[in-house]
Structure formats: structure tokens, C-alpha cells
């Protein structure tokens, strides 16, 4: 659940980082924050997709999905925290 403060300090943001899979993988936690759908409509379709992608068994399939959807990566890391607001999830 996304309290009052998650969201305040989401929305204050002033830069975004975007990581590699090194950096994704060898972190210790992972926390992701995604914006609300109301400004960023896409994120719901973005966000579904990597909820529900299967992931490949074979090597050079998954290497695949992750280069076209990198936010793949985060459902392989063991320690990930996501703080998304409810819009996110609405259709």
C-alpha cells in the first residue's frame, strides 16, 4: 500500500535514474516508483506487462525480452520494493 508520504516524496522527484542489469542485480534492494496514470497513461499498459510477461526458459528468448523490456529485470532480483499509485492498476 502507497501511504501519503510515499506518494508526496514520489511526486517530489526531481531526476530519474535509469539502471542497468549490473546495477539492478548486484543492489541489495531494489525500490521502483512509478508515476500516477493520470500523467503518464502509458504506464498502465507498461506496468501490466511486467506483471504478467512470462519469462522464457530458453536463454536466447528471455535475452530477448529483457533487451525490449528492461523493467524485466526487477522480477528476477530477490529483494524489490514497488510503490505505485492505485491508478496504475485501473483499465
Known sequence: MVTE???A????AKH???LGPAAILSA???VQSIVDADTAPAKRESYRQLLTT???ADAETRQSQFDHN???WLRIHPN???L???NVLEN
Open 5 to 7: 508520504a510515499d506518494e
Open 9 to 12: 516524496e514520489c511526486r517530489a
Open 16 to 18: 530519474i535514474l535509469t
Open 28 to 30: 541489495p534492494r531494489v
Open 54 to 56: 512470462e519469462i522464457a
Open 70 to 72: 528492461p523493467g524485466l
Open 80 to 82: 524489490v520494493r514497488s
Open 84 to 86: 505505485i499509485l492505485p
